[in-house]
């Protein structure tokens, strides 16, 4: 019978994948809600929306004009889940050893 390490080692990789691609599927549809709530008439009953409004407008703004473009034309692929797959891996490894100390 294989070693429970084993096992978890080969389950490791897949999760670690799965957990990088919900996450960047959450972060495109933060951006897209961001791009939609400055763009659209707010209704009176929504004071705090209202209020924010227009800094989520510049916020809008600076994210189309110089960093990503438009939110709804951006395209995950294989290599960006990867990319946040080691990021996830080197935060892990970076908290766990502050943990330890």
């Keep these: 019978m294989a070693s429970p390490h084993v096992f978890m080692a080969l389950i490791y ?16 549809t ?4 961001l791009s939609n709530a400055s763009k659209q ?6 004071r705090i929306l209202r209020t924010i409004q227009p800094y989520l407008k510049e916020v ?6 110089q960093l990503l473009g438009p939110a709804d ?5 294989i290599t960006h889940v990867l990319l946040a797959s080691i990021l996830i891996t080197l935060l892990a490894i970076l908290f766990s050893r502050a943990k330890m100390r």
């Design 13 to 28: 990789a897949p999760m670690q994948m799965m957990l990088s691609s919900i996450s960047l599927y959450l972060f495109k």
């Design 30 to 33: 933060f951006l897209i809600n």
């Design 41 to 46: 008439q707010v209704p009176q009953d929504y």
């Design 60 to 65: 809008n703004k600076l994210m189309e004009e």
């Design 73 to 77: 034309k951006i395209k995950v692929n």
